[in-house]
Structure formats: structure tokens, C-alpha cells
């Protein structure tokens, strides 16, 4: 692992519950790079692949962008159970999940589902894709509902895997997409209206300061 990490988690199918003996472990992080180095005309990253097979990473100021426009994958790495690298500063960051949450979820979370169905071809269809196109519905759905992405699957386990290898019926598949995509347009929400940009921003001043050399 990186020294700069502030936070790092396994996502994908180990934290959702839905590995197998052949899934890979997928790991999304944030760190955060010397604040000197934005004064420089060449800026630092904002996201960077490895140093590990399946490993992710964004800069902090990009990750809570990201985060503060509801993106499913970012919001998804706040709540993964498989936490493997954890600061104080990435402990804070998670402790700040709530700020970033917004009903503009409403929004990203079936947004992001209905471009994988879209791209699913109901002749040839890809299953993996389209069983995480659910998942991401069942999360969303969730996350209006309780205030939480549903990130462990343990619950849907047996019937999403039946999707991934190819068991169930296209137009089952096409119908519970339909009713999870009504569900999570017409769910009365519990989450608010903006998110708390101004607690967000104290954080991440907090951390450039942290980072001066």
C-alpha cells in the first residue's frame, strides 16, 4: 500500500457478498498529495491506478467531488465492510459519509443503472453486467429509503448469482429492473436536499493544512 492512503477498502464482490472462488479482490482508496504541490503549474493526480492488481485511487479533493454529486461507486467506498487502511484523516472522512448524501441520489443511482441496461442486449446479454445493474438498483433504493447504500448483498445473494450465471430469464431480469427503477423514482426519501458542502470543505481545508511541508 501507498504511504499517502488515508483510506482504503475492498469493493466489488467480496464486499458485496456476491464472490465466488474465482472473483478478484478490487480495492478503491483515497489519498492525498502535498499541498505544495498545488501551487506548482503541473497539478497533482487526481486518481491513479495501483500499486496493486484491481486497486483504485483519487485524490481527496477529487473523491469528495465525486462524492458530493452523489456517484454511486465513490459513495459505495464510505460504507464497504472490508476496510483494509484507515487514518485518522481517512477515519474523519468516513465519519463525514452523511454530509455527502443528497437526494440527487435518486437521480445518479438509476442513472448509472439505466446506461448498463441500455448497453445490455436482450439477445446476447452480458449476465455479470446485467446482475450488477440490479444491485446497484437494490443499493440505491436503499440508500433514499434508510439514509445507506445497501452494499452487502447477502439478502439477494442467491437470486443475483442465479442472474450472473445465466439462469434467469431476460425478461425477468428486464422486470425486476422495471420495478426496482419505479420504487427508487416514487420512494419517499430520507435524505436531504443538498448536501453539507460547508462541512465537506472544512475537512478538506483541515487536510491541506495537515499536509503543508
Given amino acids: 500500500m501507498s504511504d499517502d492512503l488515508i483510506l482504503s477498502v475492498v469493493v466489488g464482490s467480496r464486499a458485496y457478498g456476491l464472490d465466488t472462488d474465482d472473483s478478484d479482490t478490487d480495492r478503491r482508496g483515497v489519498f492525498v498529495a502535498p499541498t505544495e504541490d498545488f501551487w506548482r503549474l503541473t497539478k497533482p493526480v487526481t486518481h491513479r491506478d495501483g500499486p496493486l492488481p484491481e486497486q483504485f485511487s483519487w485524490e481527496v479533493e477529487r473523491f469528495c467531488g465525486l462524492a458530493l454529486n452523489a ?12 476496510t483494509e487502511v484507515l487514518t485518522p484523516e481517512g477515519e474523519r472522512l468516513r465519519g463525514l459519509r452523511g454530509a455527502f448524501l443528497s437526494r440527487l441520489a ?5 442513472g448509472y443503472a439505466d446506461a448498463q441496461f441500455r448497453r445490455l442486449d436482450p439477445a446476447a446479454p452480458k449476465w455479470k453486467q446485467a446482475m450488477h445493474m440490479i444491485r446497484l438498483l437494490l443499493s440505491g433504493l436503499h440508500l433514499v429509503r434508510h439514509g445507506e447504500p445497501l452494499v452487502q448483498m447477502a439478502a439477494y445473494r442467491d437470486r443475483l448469482l442465479a442472474i450472473k450465471r445465466g439462469e434467469v430469464a431476460w425478461a425477468e431480469v428486464a422486470a425486476w429492473r422495471a420495478e426496482l427503477t419505479t420504487d427508487l423514482a416514487g420512494a419517499p426519501s430520507v435524505l436531504p436536499e443538498a448536501p453539507d458542502r460547508e462541512s465537506v470543505e472544512k475537512y478538506l481545508m483541515a487536510v491541506r493544512r495537515a499536509h503543508l511541508q
Fill in 71 to 82: 456517484n454511486p461507486t465513490v459513495l459505495e467506498c464510505l460504507w464497504s465492510p472490508l
Fill in 106 to 110: 435518486h437521480e445518479t443511482f438509476s
